[in-house]
């Protein structure tokens, strides 16, 4: 079974920074079955939308709203990924889930909290 581990969500001010961690844990995960990771998030009232995506292959996607200021990773050997969110806005304040594809199974993180205060 594999499991996701969120860290890094935050109160933060406008134009502040915060950095996302997800990490993959169980007896299938190895850096090389890990396919995409993405970061979604979900604030009250809305859908969950795409935030970013990185492949295996290292090919980049992000949401339009956080292009330029946000960036995603992945370090293999560590089976995690993270969010580097720069100059954070109050309309990016949700609930942060990291999801990855594994094997063709799509798994979820708990979600982390990220609210920014104007």
């Known amino acids: 079974q594999v499991r996701l581990v969120e860290s890094g969500g935050d109160l933060v001010q406008a134009g502040g920074s915060l950095r996302l961690s997800c990490t993959a844990s169980?007896?299938?995960?190895?850096?090389?079955?890990?396919?995409?990771m993405a970061w979604y998030r979900q604030a009250p009232g809305k859908q969950r939308e795409l935030v970013a995506r990185i492949s295996r292959a290292f090919k980049i996607d992000y949401g339009d709203s956080v292009k330029g200021r946000f960036r995603i990773s992945r370090d293999n050997r560590k089976m995690s990924f993270y969010l580097q969110m720069n100059s954070l806005k109050p309309e990016d304040t949700a609930v942060y889930y990291c999801?990855?594809?594994?094997?063709?199974?799509?798994?979820w993180g708990q979600g982390t909290q990220v609210t920014v205060s104007s």
């Open positions: 999801n990855v594809q594994i094997l063709g199974v799509d798994v």
């Open positions: 169980g007896t299938t995960v190895t850096g090389s079955n890990l396919a995409n």
